[in-house]
């Protein structure tokens, strides 16, 4: 057994990596770039090499920097995650050149399977079905046009080296076949470095079905069955099941006997998923499968599997690497109940899923009974531009389908993070969604239905209204009569858009804001000040504190001119930075407050005088 590893990744699949190696009693290693230094997988390891600048390709695409690394620290083996490194051969070749366990199968399966004509080719002499359509070497647009019409529109243009949902293109007619190759090939020539493309039929309904395979390097190769993740946007999983609903005992025997087969063919060693695609338009049937690709490496949504079968595949690949036989055989594995992974993402679904960085000032995942969290950040993290902005893969297990979504979607509406935006109502609407809670799922549910599931929800009026009675002061309300409950309506800022919200009561030490969370978003409430705004000034040129907080910052200094809108300095106070302006031109009549001070709240922290 190994008793190192240098995991060449970073993220939830570093610290996952990490986790079962320390069970295991085997010594981790962590790389980090620039942006990384106090990153979770850093913390978690027993030992981190910093790699370069933030940039993923000066820093975890650099194999001869991981290779450093792992000199310098001396590991005896290497983990490479997914992404990255994971399926570049080259890279495989030098550690094991470099005289390393490459925790991997052997480059040669991962050239095999590296582009996806030549392994579709290989798939079909293996006697796997795949998808039908063009996959040879001829790149000419007029014949490619004719292989397209024999085919039967609507096709699928692939990039050949494409991956990540990245290099295709669907084409329902020949009039727009032209462009769409041309462009095609332009993203597959930027992306990839490679332009040449396969034409394949596009699958009516499709399902995306893969199965599971490992293989060890005494010649064994088993399935640990099928998932289902056919919840994509835009190509991309969002959420992931095993085992895949409506999947009869015939059928899963075909199909994990055709990833077998597939597996094999490649004298496969180690954790890998075959990907097919199937007709979902009926009953799902082998005839009605095809191959589509093979992953070489652990997959993303590898815990669903764990879940269902008791196996942790991290420990499968480091014994697989130490040239253990599998701890397993086919007939010892089976299926317990249902699991589902849904891909909390930093992104703001109303915003065009736009990614939403910046640091983690709350940070809570919802739980459920058999539920996990596999996350590479922490409350007070940050959510940095430079890689994927993934949070966590929340993994919810149940003794049937519906219970694994219910529980899935209980552990998400109770996630709370603030002030990054997250996916996680979009992905709660996405559960409850009726077709895929009957378990009709294609891969266009999302791109028909997703306008809806990601309209932003909006904060139930009882939270709302029980959150703003905390705000306010438990004054007596004017027109107040004997014997009816005290209500009065005031102004709040909700997220800094101003609402009325009628209160009942009032809090005898009210705050100074508060976060509503519900339905897997947070939102900040505070009191609507009227004096010129959190806020700063009034007319009379006072800056009071807007809330109690801590003065990070001051710009100006006593007796200094000032123009309307300058920056006069920054308070901290609800975990976030307000800047306080000055109000209209003038000068520094009195400076009150000094970085480092705490302020209560309405402290005059400084005195504009107007320009006369
Ligand atoms: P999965 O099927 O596990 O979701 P994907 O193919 O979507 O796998 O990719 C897994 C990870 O690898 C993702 O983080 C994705 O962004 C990244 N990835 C996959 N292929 C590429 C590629 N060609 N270039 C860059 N990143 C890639
Ligand atoms: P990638 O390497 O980017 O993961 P895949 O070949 O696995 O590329 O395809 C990604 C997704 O595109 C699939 O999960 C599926 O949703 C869709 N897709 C791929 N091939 C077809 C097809 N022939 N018909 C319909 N949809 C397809
Ligand atoms: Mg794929």
């Not at 764990?306 to 036989?325: C, F, H, K, N, Y």
Request: proline fraction near 5%; aromatic fraction near 6%; hydrophobic fraction near 45%.
């Amino acid at each position: 057994m190994i008793t190192s590893l240098l995991i060449a990744n970073r993220g939830e699949i570093a610290c996952r990596v990490i986790r079962t190696a320390r069970a295991m009693g085997v010594r981790t290693v962590a790389v980090y770039s620039d942006a990384d230094a106090d990153a979770l997988h850093v913390q978690e390891a027993d030992e981190a090499v910093h790699i370069g600048p933030s940039a993923t390709r000066e820093s975890y695409l650099v194999g001869e920097k991981i290779l450093a690394a792992a000199k310098a620290t001396g590991a005896e083996a290497i983990h490479p995650g997914y992404g990255f490194l994971s399926e570049n051969a080259a890279f495989a070749q030098a550690v094991i050149d470099a005289g390393l366990v490459w925790v991997g199968p052997n480059p040669s399966s991962i050239t095999a399977m590296g582009l996806k004509d030549a392994a579709k080719q290989l798939m079909q002499d293996a006697g796997v079905p795949v998808t039908p359509g063009y996959m040879g070497e001829q790149q000419d647009a007029d014949f490619l046009g004719a292989e397209a019409a024999k085919i039967g529109y609507p096709v699928l243009i692939k990039a050949v080296a494409g991956g990540g949902g990245k290099g295709m293109r669907l084409v329902d007619s020949a009039a727009g076949f032209a462009d769409a190759l041309a462009s095609c090939k332009r993203e597959a020539a930027s992306s990839f470095g490679n332009d040449h493309v396969l034409i394949e039929k596009y699958i009516a309904s499709p399902r995306h079905i893969e199965v599971q395979v490992f293989g060890d390097s005494h010649g064994n190769v088993v399935h640990l069955f099928e998932r289902d993740c056919s919840l994509q946007r835009r190509h991309q999983k969002v959420i992931e099941e095993a085992p895949a609903p409506g999947m009869d005992a015939a059928t899963r025997e075909a199909l994990c006997a055709a990833a077998v087969r597939a597996a094999k063919a490649v004298d496969y060693v180690g954790a890998g998923t075959i990907e097919f695609i199937a007709d979902g338009s009926g009953a799902l049937s082998a005839d009605r499968i095809w191959f589509m690709e093979m992953n070489t490496r652990l997959q993303v949504e590898h815990p669903v599997t764990e879940a269902i079968t008791g196996v942790d595949l991290v420990e499968w690949q480091l014994r697989v690497a130490s040239g253990e036989p599998l701890p397993l055989s086919q007939h010892d594995l089976t299926i317990d109940g249902w699991a589902m992974e849904a891909r909390l993402y930093a992104e703001d679904p109303a915003k065009g899923f736009l990614p939403s960085i910046g640091r983690l000032e709350l940070l809570q995942f919802g739980e459920a009974e058999g539920g996990r969290i596999d996350t590479g950040v922490y409350e007070g993290a940050e959510v940095s531009p430079f890689y994927d902005p993934m949070i966590a893969k929340v993994i919810a297990w149940g003794d049937d389908r519906d219970e694994a979504r219910e529980r899935l979607g209980e552990m998400l509406q109770d996630t709370a993070v603030w002030p990054v935006r997250t996916n996680a109502s979009f992905l709660v609407k996405a559960l409850q969604h009726p077709d895929f809670a009957a378990g009709r799922v294609d891969t266009g549910l999302i791109g028909r239905d997703g306008e809806e599931l990601a309209q932003p929800p909006v904060p139930d009026a009882d939270t709302l209204r029980a959150a703003a009675s905390s705000l306010v002061p438990a004054t007596i309300a004017p027109g107040l009569r004997l014997n009816a409950p005290p209500r009065r309506t005031a102004w709040f800022l909700l997220d800094g858009e101003p609402v009325e919200i009628e209160v009942d009561g009032g809090s005898d030490e009210p705050s100074t804001g508060v976060l509503v969370t519900e339905q897997g978003q947070a939102w900040l409430l505070t009191p609507w000040r009227r004096d010129g705004a959190h806020g700063a000034a009034d007319a009379s040129g006072a800056i009071l504190a807007p809330m109690p907080g801590k003065v990070i910052a001051v710009d100006v200094a006593q007796g200094q001119t000032v123009t309307r809108g300058q920056k006069l300095l920054t308070l901290e106070a609800m975990k976030m930075e307000h800047t306080l302006t000055a109000p209209f031109d003038g000068t520094v009549a009195r400076l009150e407050a000094a970085a480092g001070q705490q302020v209560q709240v309405d402290a005059l922290l400084v005195q504009i005088e107007e320009a006369a």
